[in-house]
């Protein structure tokens, strides 16, 4: 996408440059290249009309600051500031962040997970296992006991993941 200035706004005043969009496409393949034989992954990518592009990965051990420094000088290496003007922000899929590739989901096995189906009825949920279909939980239950909590956790279920709107890993303090 170019977008010229009209002649009218130009003046010796101003320059007249012309602004190239930056595509999801092309953040995704220089994140895949850059994290390519390495255990991290691209789990998101925004990319603002206005150039402002966030990039969320995650990892199978852990995801460090230097990781995303890394990442993001090697973005900033392929692109041309004089060509594209961007802000580029590249941050790990934090605990609050929704788990949005299945590959995420092994860092989760045997923990819980807050699920929200497309009803909307959110519940917390271990972790048993998953297909590309499916998952299979147990449905966490605090029962409180005087002062102290304890959950319980009910049989086995299956969810559809045609049926999920969201995951996110449950924090309990």
């Known amino acids: ?8 706004e130009c003046n010796r005043f101003f320059y007249c ?4 969009m930056i595509t999801k496409d092309q953040i995704t393949e220089l994140a895949n290249e850059a994290l390519e ?24 051990s852990s995801v460090t600051i230097d990781h995303c420094v890394e990442l993001s000088r090697f973005i900033e290496g392929r692109l041309d500031r004089e060509v594209e003007d961007y802000e580029l922000s ?5 605990i609050d962040y929704p788990l949005l590739k299945h590959r995420q989901l ?9 699920i929200t189906t497309n009803e909307g009825i959110k519940n917390v949920y271990k972790l048993l296992s998953f297909t590309e279909e499916q998952i299979n939980v147990q449905e966490a239950k605090i029962k409180v006991l ?7 956790y009910s ?12 995951i996110k890993p449950y924090i309990n303090f």
């Open 146 to 152: 005087g002062k102290l909590k304890k959950t319980v």
């Open 90 to 94: 590249v941050s790990s899929a934090g």
């Open 106 to 114: 092994n860092k989760y096995i045997k923990k819980d997970l807050e």
């Open 17 to 20: 440059q012309k602004f190239i």
């Open 37 to 60: 034989n390495s255990d991290r992954f691209v789990v998101d990518i925004t990319v603002s009309k206005s150039n402002v592009i966030n990039v969320y990965i995650d990892a199978d």
């Open 1 to 8: 996408f170019i977008n010229w200035r009209p002649a009218t």
């Open 155 to 166: 049989d086995n279920a299956e969810l559809l993941f045609s049926d999920i709107k969201e």
